[in-house]
């Protein structure tokens, strides 16, 4: 009983709710990156190495567009169109002369695309790292701490964005047209929707949402050229925890590992707290190959 | 993506010289030209010939996923790295340094790692597996970049270059010259042994797993067991490659670790034509060229990945063959 006891006291609760709350904000940020990510191999059969690099691209356009009129909204709206008309030109250009080949020639091509886009970002913005200036200041009491109103404006803005993509891809025209040609892309052709339209699209609303989450995170940890690195294996431990393609189960295995990793960082390094992730992906491949998050497949 | 030289056709009138000849006297005119090389050349090009060779072994190791087996790594950065801490650590524990016990934990290290990745990643299939290998890499990444009290962490390993000795004959110390005959002596070995072992029956299902993964189940291949071994070869001589550019370079840095040379790799590859294993080497040597030309031109700041960058997706668009895809199927003979 004595153990029990000593053990219950040993868990700082007060840190593990201040966890809880960082991992679910990181998470809904990581949700809305992987979904992109999701969305974009679902329908396009692509799998868009260049997702992270979109993602620094947006941070880096809503850096510039802050510090030149002093609007966060501006910013985040100004770099999620501007990344999105960038990213309908990328799919034009680079992948759309690749459908009907073998997929791991766009994985080739995105990569390529992410390799130019990261060395531009050096040369053009150089190796220091800029902030985003937090767009509200005000704190609120969560124990010890003063914690930022700003992170969780993030959570549900970030959440906001996936909830309404859901209900246009319900409701919305083009929304149906998405679906119907992610189920047969053939037959999709057929009724008149045009499919390669319906690429671009996809691909620029994809871009759009990295962007968006670029510019969301910019005041947490800084913009530099390197960022999407990180983000795009996040993305891509969460797409293959969640399974491939799927909006929900990448949602919620967003949530979850990025909960792990911060309850995980109270003990160790942040750097290190990273493996917690790669031992849920490790698992996941052992136990569950499909995915964490989807019913069993018969 | 058809090379299965199936075709036992006769050709109505015999030509001069066999298919087996002209690769053989093609064979031996490259040597001489790579063997006579480092007396020719000054020594920043004999270096930078040394590490083409390396470059190119890693990037052929590779090739035997992508081109033969059918399976892209983006891993291989894994591989390379565990090769050269292994080197690291055996020229560092045992003093004098020894040329083969480095060769051996090098080996040892990059083997440990293939076997996980295999085991687990072998377990996807297409650009599944290619994410898994590149999480894996990074996880190798995380380890040695934050183990600082093995692996130096950030700085890295530094270590004095161990002596060309063979047992009982021979014992000198490498000279730029020497080092890169060895290396090439290395390199020309892989080569054969892995054209060897793609023109085996064991090679023939590997291709077959390419081609056709589920029908080489139903004729009673255990697909499983082939790839797992194809990934080991692929890292053990991936590590082989780590182990030359620790002994090269006097050192062992995270950098080479992470994802870059893992991407290089495939860059590599892409250039110069998957599934001819010569085509990595050329794709190497294309791509270094191009690097050197670019930052002399254009000066060391120039980033010069822009352009390269560029070049690749071309060249994946227009040319996905690669430099010598043209030759593929004659390579395979």
Not at chain 1, 81 to 87: D, E, L, Q
Request: proline residues 5%.
């Amino acid at each position: 009983m004595d153990a029990i006891s000593h053990f219950f006291h040993a868990i700082p609760f007060d840190l593990i709710v201040i966890q809880t709350v960082n991992g679910i904000v990181t998470g809904l940020i990581l949700a809305l990156v992987a979904s992109g990510l999701t969305l974009i191999f679902g329908i396009l059969d692509v799998v868009n190495f260049a997702h992270g690099e979109l993602f620094m691209l947006g941070a880096y356009v809503g850096a510039l567009v802050v510090a030149s009129t002093g609007s966060f909204w501006l910013g985040l709206l100004a770099s999620a169109i501007i990344v999105a008309i960038f990213g309908a030109a990328l799919q034009i250009v680079t992948l759309r002369p690749l459908i009907g080949r073998d997929p791991l020639n766009t994985i080739l091509v995105t990569f390529g695309i992410s390799l130019i886009l990261q060395n531009y970002a050096l040369w053009q913005f150089g190796p220091i790292e800029r902030k985003i200036p937090e767009p509200i200041e005000a704190h609120f009491q969560l124990f010890y701490l003063q914690y930022p109103w700003y992170r969780v404006l993030i959570a549900a803005l970030s959440a906001a964005i996936i909830g309404g993509f859901w209900l246009y891809l319900k409701y919305g025209k083009f929304g149906v047209w998405i679906r119907a040609t992610s189920q047969d892309r053939i037959m999709a052709q057929a009724m008149g929707i045009p499919v390669p339209w319906v690429f671009t699209g996809v691909f620029a609303m994809g871009s759009a949402m990295a962007a968006a989450s670029g510019v969301l995170f910019g005041p947490l940890g800084g913009v530099s050229h390197t960022m999407g690195l990180d983000w795009v294996l996040k993305a891509f431990i969460v797409v293959v925890v969640g399974g491939m393609g799927n909006l929900g189960g990448s949602i919620a295995a967003a949530i979850f590992i990025s909960l792990l990793e911060a309850y995980a960082a109270i003990w160790l390094d942040p750097s290190q707290a990273v493996i917690v992730s790669f031992v849920v992906l490790i698992l996941t491949l052992l136990f569950r190959p499909t995915g964490l998050f989807v019913a069993t497949p018969k | 993506m058809t090379t299965a030289p199936l075709d036992k056709s006769v050709p109505l009138s015999k030509p001069l010289l066999s298919h087996t000849a002209v690769f053989w006297i093609g064979f031996c005119v490259v040597m001489a030209i790579l063997i006579a090389a480092p007396l020719a050349l000054p020594e920043f090009w004999r270096r930078f010939l040394t590490e083409i060779l390396i470059w190119g072994l890693l990037a052929m190791s590779s090739d035997l996923l992508i081109g033969y087996t059918g399976m892209v790594s983006f891993g291989h950065s894994a591989f390379f790295g565990l090769g050269m801490y292994g080197a690291a650590g055996a020229l560092l524990i045992h003093s004098p340094p020894n040329l083969w016990l480095a060769l051996l934990f090098g080996l040892a290290g990059a083997a440990g790692a293939a076997l996980f990745v295999a085991y687990f990643s072998t377990r996807l299939r297409d650009i599944y597996f290619a994410i898994t290998t590149l999480i894996f890499s990074q996880i190798f990444y995380v380890i040695i970049f934050t183990w600082t009290p093995v692996t130096g962490g950030e700085n890295g390993l530094i270590f004095t270059r161990p002596h060309l000795s063979i047992p009982f004959l021979y014992d000198a110390r490498f000279t730029s010259t020497t080092m890169h005959w060895f290396v090439l002596a290395v390199v020309t070995a892989s080569y054969l042994f892995l054209r060897r072992l793609t023109q085996s029956p064991f090679g023939m299902v590997l291709q077959s797993i390419r081609e056709n993964e589920a029908r080489t189940r139903a004729i009673g291949f255990a697909v499983k067991r082939y790839k797992i071994v194809s990934v080991l070869l692929s890292g053990l001589f991936a590590g082989l490659a780590g182990v030359l550019y620790a002994i090269q370079n006097q050192f062992a840095a995270p950098d080479f670790v992470y994802f870059i040379t893992s991407g290089d790799t495939v860059i590599f590859n892409v250039m110069g034509g998957v599934g001819t294993l010569v085509g990595p080497i050329v794709g190497a040597g294309f791509f270094q060229l191009m690097r050197e030309l670019l930052s002399r031109l254009f000066g060391d700041q120039f980033p010069y990945l822009i352009p390269l960058g560029a070049v690749f997706i071309v060249m994946i668009i227009f040319l996905p063959q690669g430099l010598l895809g043209f030759a593929r199927r004659w390579l395979n003979r």
